[in-house]
Nanobody
Framework: VQLQASGGGLVQAGGSLRLSCAAS????????MGWSRQTPGKQRESVAT???????YYADSVKGRFTISRDNAKNTVYLQMNGLKPEDTAVYYC???????????WGKGTQVTVSS
């Protein structure tokens, strides 16, 4: 499975960005896709996840500002980020967990920088 993420960049505080991640390869129907982020010296943290059935999780820090969605036909997950804050600055990683194979896949990170 390969994950190709796009959409990061530089934005001012209060602005918006939309991340996309397309998965390709051997993808089972029972999977969870999502986004995690990491800053230097800190552990990677889960930001949002969505199952193929549409169950969603958000970290408390992004609730009400970020929206995760997916297009199962395209094996693509999106993260709409509104009301961005400087503390959202991080490298964002796309993730796919395969329930059938018990495998965890990660894409290359995309940098999100929010200036104050």
């Amino acid at each position: 499975v390969q994950l190709q993420a796009s959409g990061g960049g530089l934005v001012q505080a209060g602005g918006s960005l939309r991340l996309s991640c397309a998965a390709s390869g051997r993808i089972d129907s029972s999977n969870t896709m999502g986004w995690s982020r990491q800053t230097p010296g800190k552990q990677r943290e889960s930001v949002a996840t969505i199952t193929n059935a549409g169950s969603i999780y958000y970290a408390d820090s992004v609730k009400g500002r970020f929206t995760i969605s997916r297009d199962n036909a395209k094996n693509t997950v999106y993260l709409q980020m509104n009301g961005l804050k400087p503390e959202d600055t991080a490298v964002y990683y796309c993730r796919l967990f395969s329930g059938s194979y018990g495998m965890d896949y990660w894409g290359k990170g995309t940098q999100v920088t929010v200036s104050s």
